[in-house]
């Protein structure tokens, strides 16, 4: 069972900037693959980042150019740089983690640890 625990959200105005963290334990699988995933209400969970245990990472098309997915191995942290934030990417945002590595960038379902998310607001 991986324990992951995010912060970094909060609100910020159109064009600006947030950083997602996700502090992770509980794991020794090297193979860990961890995402990013956010929900707005009325919306289903939506994929926004990956990155698998070699640090390849996959973006969604709607965030590509703007989000940057990264992971420091030795704080076992995962975090989401958000550049250029605009309104329609409020939503709360989830941390999830897998063992087993993965492929591209996953479903929600192929996920099964989550953390408990953070809320990020972007006002126009």
């Known amino acids: 069972q991986v324990h992951l625990v995010e912060s970094g959200g909060g609100s910020v105005q159109a064009g600006g900037s947030l950083r997602l963290s996700c502090a992770a334990s509980?794991?020794?699988?090297?193979?860990?693959?961890m995402g990013w995933f956010r929900q707005a209400p009325g919306k289903e969970r939506e994929k926004v980042a990956s990155?698998?245990?070699?640090?390849?990472?996959n973006y969604a098309f709607s965030v590509e150019g703007r989000f940057t997915i990264s992971k420091d191995n030795a704080k076992k942290t995962l975090f989401l740089q958000m550049n250029s934030l605009k309104p329609e990417d409020t939503a709360m945002y989830y941390c999830?983690?897998?063992?087993?590595?993965?492929?591209?960038?996953?479903?929600?379902?192929?996920?099964?640890?989550w953390g408990q998310g953070t809320q990020v607001t972007v006002s126009s």
């Open positions: 999830a983690a897998t063992t087993g590595g993965c492929i591209g960038l996953p479903p929600p379902e192929a996920f099964d640890n």
């Open positions: 509980g794991y020794s699988d090297r193979s860990l693959c």
């Open positions: 990155i698998d245990s070699a640090g390849r990472a």
